[in-house]
């Protein structure tokens, strides 16, 4: 293979590739003329389903399928790019939208062709102010040349495009609060069934696709469905970009071909954990994703893989933790964070996030029994699947998994906290406390008291 | 008496608009009343603005977020006087704009510091310092965490996941992403924020993977 760059992140370090005539220099836009002049909408949409493109948003759904799910006819439909990248550990939309805007633009142009769509928007966070006034300035750029607008190219095609701009919140990034939202509402879910694509936005038929997806679209319409499918594996077509962050040396944004073993990602690309640290545990799709441990390093990094481990490829955020790194805070800041996030509208979410956070810190704090941990996995249990969106199952499955694979470190922990506690409480009068040795307890010393 | 008078002081309604909608309370009206567009003065060029955003959508009412960041960046906050303005232009009422910003972290409800910090402590932040970090701002800026400083220069905040953390432990400081920082940085924030420089020359900017190549798929197999 040629492309020493990948697809998506071929061109990044071309100079001013924001701007509209550096991406034209390099190809760009010449896509959208060809589905648009050459193609109909059905052509374009039978090569998107052909390419076998999943949505990298998280879910991994088949994009040509979901766009085939919206009715035909004449009905005001809507497409919506995701652009709310607020998972913890993902920072890959952003750098896409920050390097090569107009890849975005000239992708849902293309997908907004393929399913006969006449209005577009992208939401973005309102934290990304910078990526944001970077895609407003292109948007601009693209209505002067021609590519946006009434009439695309000069053909009888439509389609205007606007830059929604977020106000904060993660929920937002759930398919149908982030319409809400868009619709100038709080962001809660909403019900499903109706799915977007029947009644989504304005109650329209909607489509909805990440960042990162609709940048490859305009790659698969110039190459071909077979180019693309020359990629990756065969249930998982075309090239990921990978996340990595934290305990490792080299963080950062990689475009690897799907199904590359996962330690070529970690240690090969990222530069593994500091120099003397063991990988304890790593997340392989954003922090919602059960976690994985050192054993599962050389699983190859795909959709199938990752799920018949018992964990999913997310939107490819991969969290490395290293052995200096105590799992009870990482389950207690995660699960701080859903607490923080849960938009309160169902029970078992808007509790159980608070509850576990409560139970953790006592964890943490050395105020538990291994029995809570059980009472904890129960909590965990009963949020999954029952809620309106996955927000309470996203922190349940990674902290159910922490107490699964971790359970001897968490009963340590809340042993060794136990002990320094009842250390400080006791020892300002008495002096140093001698536990006889047969209880197995030995502490240290009171210096933690003075 | 009025019929809501015992509700007075309840949680929520400590802002002067809700008070205001309390003293007006009428038995016989809708208490979240669309003010009158004639009723309330809308500085010219932030009319212009949110009916700017208006157009924008199929919908008036997709603006509102729009128009709330609008006003914000005019009045520092959302204040009951902030409100009363997309009300009137917008033609909602000021308990439905509250209703929606209340649900959004970066719109401000009470009054707040003038240079806004948000450092993310998030995990890949975490396990790189940001708490470290975030004591030194909290220091350097004299703000408490999640409060404004009392000369009414800073706000800092403790964020959620930023979407940064190739440069782990970062802070947005007013939109501007900056990291990986270190104790010693803070200050330096503090400075020249302080000084009056701008936020966009503070530190330099590191972008997502600058200062490396782009590693490509067969480098990715060769290693």
Same mark, same amino acid.
């Not at chain 1, 052509?43 to 879910?59: D, F, I, M, P, W």
């Given at each position: 293979?040629?492309?020493?760059?990948?697809?998506?992140?071929?061109?990044?370090?071309?100079?001013?590739?924001?701007?509209?005539?550096?991406?034209?220099?390099?190809?760009?836009?010449?896509?959208?003329?060809?589905?648009?002049?050459?193609?109909?909408?059905?052509?374009?949409?039978?090569?998107?389903?052909?390419?076998?493109?999943?949505?990298?948003?998280?879910?991994?759904?088949?994009?040509?399928?979901?766009?085939?799910?919206?009715?035909?006819?004449?009905?005001?439909?809507?497409?919506?790019?995701?652009?709310?990248?607020?998972?913890?550990?993902?920072?890959?939309?952003?750098?896409?939208?920050?390097?090569?805007?107009?890849?975005?633009?000239?992708?849902?142009?293309?997908?907004?062709?393929?399913?006969?769509?006449?209005?577009?928007?992208?939401?973005?966070?309102?934290?990304?102010?910078?990526?944001?006034?970077?895609?407003?300035?292109?948007?601009?750029?693209?209505?002067?040349?021609?590519?946006?607008?009434?009439?695309?190219?000069?053909?009888?095609?439509?389609?205007?495009?606007?830059?929604?701009?977020?106000?904060?919140?993660?929920?937002?990034?759930?398919?149908?609060?982030?319409?809400?939202?868009?619709?100038?509402?709080?962001?809660?879910?909403?019900?499903?069934?109706?799915?977007?694509?029947?009644?989504?936005?304005?109650?329209?038929?909607?489509?909805?696709?990440?960042?990162?997806?609709?940048?490859?679209?305009?790659?698969?319409?110039?190459?071909?469905?077979?180019?693309?499918?020359?990629?990756?594996?065969?249930?998982?077509?075309?090239?990921?970009?990978?996340?990595?962050?934290?305990?490792?040396?080299?963080?950062?944004?990689?475009?690897?071909?799907?199904?590359?073993?996962?330690?070529?990602?970690?240690?090969?690309?990222?530069?593994?954990?500091?120099?003397?640290?063991?990988?304890?545990?790593?997340?392989?799709?954003?922090?919602?994703?059960?976690?994985?441990?050192?054993?599962?390093?050389?699983?190859?990094?795909?959709?199938?893989?990752?799920?018949?481990?018992?964990?999913?490829?997310?939107?490819?955020?991969?969290?490395?933790?290293?052995?200096?790194?105590?799992?009870?805070?990482?389950?207690?800041?995660?699960?701080?964070?859903?607490?923080?996030?849960?938009?309160?509208?169902?029970?078992?979410?808007?509790?159980?996030?608070?509850?576990?956070?409560?139970?953790?810190?006592?964890?943490?704090?050395?105020?538990?029994?291994?029995?809570?941990?059980?009472?904890?996995?129960?909590?965990?249990?009963?949020?999954?699947?029952?809620?309106?969106?996955?927000?309470?199952?996203?922190?349940?499955?990674?902290?159910?998994?922490?107490?699964?694979?971790?359970?001897?470190?968490?009963?340590?922990?809340?042993?060794?906290?136990?002990?320094?506690?009842?250390?400080?409480?006791?020892?300002?009068?008495?002096?140093?406390?001698?536990?006889?040795?047969?209880?197995?307890?030995?502490?240290?010393?009171?210096?933690?008291?003075? | 008496?009025?019929?809501?008078?015992?509700?007075?002081?309840?949680?929520?309604?400590?802002?002067?608009?809700?008070?205001?909608?309390?003293?007006?309370?009428?038995?016989?009206?809708?208490?979240?009343?669309?003010?009158?567009?004639?009723?309330?003065?809308?500085?010219?060029?932030?009319?212009?603005?949110?009916?700017?955003?208006?157009?924008?959508?199929?919908?008036?009412?997709?603006?509102?977020?729009?128009?709330?960041? =609008?006003?914000?960046?005019?009045? +520092?906050?959302? *204040? $009951?006087?902030? #409100?009363?303005?997309?009300? @009137?232009?917008?033609?909602?009422?000021?308990?439905?704009?509250?209703?929606?910003?209340?649900?959004?972290?970066?719109?401000?409800?009470?009054?707040?510091?003038?240079?806004?910090?948000?450092?993310?402590?998030?995990?890949?932040?975490?396990?790189?310092?940001?708490?470290?970090?975030?004591?030194?701002?909290?220091? =350097?800026?004299?703000?408490?965490? +999640?409060?404004? *400083? $009392?000369?009414? #220069?800073?706000?800092?905040? @403790?964020?959620?996941?930023?979407?940064?953390?190739?440069?782990?432990?970062?802070?947005?400081?007013?939109?501007?992403?900056?990291?990986?920082?270190?104790?010693?940085?803070?200050?330096?924030?503090?400075?020249?924020?302080?000084?009056?420089?701008?936020?966009?020359?503070?530190?330099?900017?590191?972008?997502?993977? =600058?200062?490396?190549?782009?590693? +490509?798929?067969?480098?990715?197999?060769?290693?």
């Amino acid at each position: 293979m040629s492309s020493a760059g990948g697809i998506l992140l071929k061109h990044v370090d071309v100079p001013d590739l924001n701007r509209i005539e550096t991406y034209e220099r390099v190809g760009g836009y010449a896509a959208l003329r060809k589905a648009i002049t050459e193609m109909t909408g059905d052509q374009v949409l039978k090569e998107l389903e052909a390419s076998g493109l999943r949505g990298r948003g998280g879910a991994g759904f088949s994009m040509g399928k979901k766009a085939s799910f919206l009715p035909h006819g004449q009905i005001q439909k809507y497409l919506c790019c995701n652009a709310d990248e607020s998972e913890p550990g993902t920072f890959k939309d952003r750098e896409l939208m920050h390097r090569n805007p107009h890849q975005l633009i000239e992708g849902v142009l293309i997908a907004a062709y393929a399913a006969d769509i006449t209005h577009a928007f992208i939401y973005i966070r309102g934290e990304y102010e910078e990526e944001a006034d970077i895609l407003d300035a292109a948007v601009t750029e693209a209505y002067t040349r021609g590519y946006v607008g009434d009439s695309i190219l000069g053909t009888g095609f439509g389609c205007p495009l606007v830059v929604h701009r977020g106000a904060g919140a993660y929920i937002c990034g759930e398919e149908t609060a982030l319409l809400d939202s868009l619709e100038g509402k709080r962001g809660n879910p909403r019900l499903k069934p109706p799915f977007p694509a029947n009644q989504g936005l304005y109650q329209g038929p909607t489509l909805i696709n990440n960042v990162e997806t609709l940048s490859n679209v305009p790659h698969i319409i110039a190459n071909g469905a077979d180019w693309f499918r020359k990629f990756g594996t065969e249930r998982s077509p075309g090239t990921k970009v990978v996340s990595v962050s934290g305990c490792v040396q080299r963080p950062g944004n990689y475009e690897i071909e799907l199904g590359v073993s996962s330690r070529d990602i970690i240690y090969g690309l990222a530069g593994g954990p500091p120099e003397g640290r063991r990988v304890k545990a790593w997340f392989p799709g954003g922090s919602s994703a059960p976690v994985l441990t050192e054993e599962h390093l050389d699983l190859p990094y795909d959709f199938e893989h990752m799920a018949e481990a018992g964990s999913m490829l997310g939107s490819g955020a991969i969290i490395v933790v290293d052995d200096s790194v105590p799992i009870v805070s990482v389950a207690l800041r995660l699960a701080e964070f859903y607490r923080h996030e849960s938009c309160g509208k169902c029970v078992p979410c808007r509790e159980g996030t608070n509850w576990t956070v409560k139970m953790l810190e006592r964890v943490d704090r050395g105020e538990a029994t291994p029995m809570d941990l059980d009472v904890m996995t129960d909590v965990q249990t009963n949020i999954i699947g029952n809620c309106l969106c996955l927000l309470g199952d996203s922190m349940a499955m990674p902290v159910g998994s922490m107490i699964a694979k971790f359970r001897g470190e968490f009963e340590a922990h809340i042993e060794e906290a136990a002990r320094s506690q009842f250390a400080v409480r006791r020892s300002p009068e008495d002096g140093p406390i001698s536990l006889s040795d047969e209880a197995g307890l030995s502490v240290p010393a009171t210096d933690e008291a003075a | 008496m009025s019929k809501f008078d015992h509700l007075r002081g309840v949680p929520g309604s400590r802002s002067r608009l809700a008070a205001q909608v309390w003293e007006g309370a009428r038995v016989e009206a809708d208490p979240a009343e669309v003010p009158e567009p004639s009723d309330v003065r809308v500085p010219d060029h932030l009319r212009a603005t949110i009916e700017h955003h208006i157009s924008l959508y199929p919908d008036r009412r997709s603006a509102v977020l729009p128009a709330l960041s =609008a006003v914000q960046r005019e009045h +520092g906050w959302l *204040s $009951p006087e902030a #409100m009363l303005q997309v009300a @009137a232009v917008m033609q909602f009422s000021p308990a439905y704009l509250e209703s929606v910003a209340s649900f959004y972290d970066m719109l401000e409800l009470e009054p707040v510091g003038t240079h806004t910090i948000f450092m993310c402590t998030n995990l890949s932040c975490q396990m790189r310092g940001a708490q470290d970090v975030l004591a030194a701002l909290s220091e =350097a800026t004299g703000s408490p965490v +999640g409060g404004s *400083s $009392p000369d009414g #220069m800073f706000r800092l905040r @403790a964020f959620e996941c930023l979407g940064a953390c190739d440069i782990a432990p970062m802070a947005s400081i007013e939109g501007h992403y900056r990291g990986p920082l270190t104790v010693a940085d803070a200050t330096v924030i503090a400075d020249h924020l302080r000084a009056g420089g701008a936020a966009a020359e503070v530190l330099p900017q590191k972008l997502p993977t =600058a200062g490396k190549p782009a590693v +490509g798929l067969d480098e990715g197999q060769a290693q």
